[in-house]
């Protein structure tokens, strides 16, 4: 009865990163469209948006970064709903889950790095680049509770 009542409580969290991810996804998509079609990206509460967007960090070996973004957030929302299928079914690999949690705190020590770039190099912050570190700040502590509870269940099991 206790395993039922922590797997359920674990895909909460699970749910959690999936939103995330969807926000994240739509995020990007939305910074991508204005991007390629020379609109203006919204930005709210800052206002370095443009000067984050066309800057010289804003591609990486050429690919805008919304574009990367828009793959690494359908990857981590078709990642999360394998892992919570796994844990339904039980039979989630302790080096499938390791990896997950590692690409989780890929993107958040990725989106960290960008942060960085907005302050120092760039001088601007982009409210499109914030509202992606903060749902990386949640993803990633969703998953750290996730990882923490499945190591917990199967060092009980044992």
């Known amino acids: 009865m206790q395993a039922m ?7 909460i969290f699970l749910w959690v990163i999936v939103l995330c991810a969807l926000i994240g996804l739509v995020n990007a998509a939305v910074v991508f469209e204005k ?6 990206v919204p930005c709210f509460v800052v206002s370095g948006c443009d000067q984050v967007q066309n800057s010289s960090y804003a591609h990486l070996f050429g690919v805008p970064l919304s574009l990367w973004g828009i793959g690494y957030y359908l990857v981590l929302m078709s990642f999360t709903v394998g892992i919570m299928r796994l844990i339904s079914s039980e039979k989630i690999h302790r080096l499938m ?3 997950w949690v590692l690409y989780v705190g890929f993107g958040f020590l990725f989106s960290l790095y960008l942060l960085y770039l907005q302050i120092f190099p760039i001088g601007a912050l982009c409210s499109s680049c914030l509202l992606s570190l903060a749902d990386m700040m949640v993803g990633a502590a969703s998953a750290v ?6 190591r917990q269940n199967t060092n009980s099991s044992q």
């Open 5 to 11: 009542q922590s797997v359920k409580s674990t895909k």
């Open 35 to 40: 991007a390629q079609s020379g609109g203006v």
């Open 97 to 99: 889950l390791h990896g």
């Open 145 to 150: 509770i996730v990882w923490k509870r499945m």
